[in-house]
């Protein structure tokens, strides 16, 4: 059973920075690729970033692109992302998701919630101004 366990959110001044923290377990990184989403009140679940099997490729939405970078760590089964220079319009609940598929698969399909099949419960990031 695949289960998908995010961390790190909070509540953190305009400008600072957060990590978030996806571990996974029954799920291994080579089968496919992870993305984080956020959803804001009221609105659709967006793609933030997703990264790849062997971690060669990620990928940013255009809003948080040179601010927020996505790693894994083979050894730990987990994905971070490293938020920075976080803006107010940046809180909002996040969530990590795993899919499984190839690489074209991935680069069409990264931000496309209903592309991927495990989800987390999220973790609440706020910023305030």
């Known amino acids: 059973q695949v289960q998908l366990v995010e961390s790190g959110g909070g509540t953190v001044q305009a400008g600072g920075s957060l990590r978030l923290s996806c571990a996974a377990s029954g799920y291994t990184f080579s089968g496919g690729y992870v993305g984080w989403f956020r959803q804001f009140p009221g609105k659709e679940r967006e793609g933030v970033a997703a990264?790849?099997?062997?971690?060669?490729?990620?990928r940013y939405a255009d809003s948080v692109k040179d601010r927020f970078t996505i790693s894994q760590d083979n050894a730990k089964n987990t994905v971070d992302l490293q938020m920075n220079s976080l803006k107010p319009e940046d809180g909002a609940m996040y969530y990590c998701?795993?899919?499984?598929?190839?690489?074209?698969?991935?680069?069409?399909?990264?931000?496309?919630?209903?592309?991927?099949?495990?989800w987390g419960q999220g973790t609440q990031v706020t910023v305030s101004s």
């Open positions: 990264i790849n099997a062997g971690g060669a490729s990620p």
């Open positions: 998701a795993a899919a499984r598929g190839g690489y074209l698969t991935y680069f069409v399909n990264w931000n496309r919630p209903g592309q991927y099949t495990y």
